[in-house]
């Protein structure tokens, strides 16, 4: 199975400041079709989770341009440049790569 | 819309059975897998398996392979989830979600449906 290590596993940010969340994968996600399959969703309290980011960096729809995804390989970023009271709520990575597909442990972010 | 609605919370006993649902509405319900995943209480999310309900093929993670058994009737556009003997472990909250592609992506996502075993 691929793992999925998120760091850090909590963040506390002052509203209007950025915030960053690390995701490694034990394998690499890069395909032989040139797409790298790394998924970031957040779960907002008492929510579903909801799509943020597909294969790496493109925003899904209706997403807000501060957040942004990068990366390659093995190793992914999950940036938000100015964190609102709305980003509440537990970030994921998964990759789908390969089955089983598997999730990072979740960031727990919180606003100061 | 594309939309998936899940059945309502479940209280059972031990050693019970259970079946809960998930209905495709707004798309082509036989054209995209629909995936299961499992979140115990204040824990992370876990990958159960996926079924294509175009053809019945399903796949299970090796973590609830012989646990649970995933089916679909297309005819109501409706994946399930079951079990045959639950146990106090099986208590957690269960989501559904679809997945254009292997390779690809969860979404939209149920509401999920919280699973309660006690005796």
């Known amino acids: 199975d691929i793992v999925m290590t998120q760091t850090p596993l909590s963040l506390s940010v002052t509203p209007g400041q950025p915030a960053s969340i690390s995701c490694k994968s034990s394998q690499s996600l890069l395909h032989s079709d040139g797409k790298t399959y790394l998924y970031w969703y957040l779960q907002k309290p008492g929510q579903s989770p909801q799509l943020l980011i597909y294969?790496?960096?493109n925003r899904f729809s209706g997403v807000p341009d501060r957040f942004s995804g990068s990366g390659s390989g093995t190793d992914f970023t999950l940036k938000i440049s100015r964190v609102e009271a709305e980003d509440v709520g537990v970030y994921y990575c998964?990759?789908?790569?390969?089955?089983?597909?598997?999730f990072g442990q979740g960031t727990r972010l919180e606003i100061k | 819309e594309v939309q998936l609605v899940q059945s309502g919370a479940e209280v059972k006993k031990p050693g019970e059975s259970l079946k809960i649902s998930c209905k495709g509405s707004g798309y082509s319900f036989t054209s995209y897998w629909i995936g299961w995943v499992r979140q115990m209480p204040g824990k992370g999310l876990e990958w159960m398996g996926i079924i294509y309900p175009g053809d019945s093929d399903t796949r299970y993670s090796p973590s609830f392979q012989g646990q649970v058994t995933i089916s679909a009737d297309k005819s109501i556009s409706t994946a399930y989830l079951q079990w045959s003997s639950l146990k106090a472990s099986d208590t957690a909250m269960y989501y559904c979600?679809?997945?254009?592609?292997?390779?690809?992506?969860?979404?939209?996502w149920g509401q999920g449906t919280l699973v309660t075993v006690s005796s």
């Open positions: 294969e790496v960096s």
């Open positions: 979600a679809r997945l254009a592609t292997l390779g690809g992506w969860f979404d939209p």
């Open positions: 998964m990759q789908s790569i390969q089955l089983p597909i598997t």
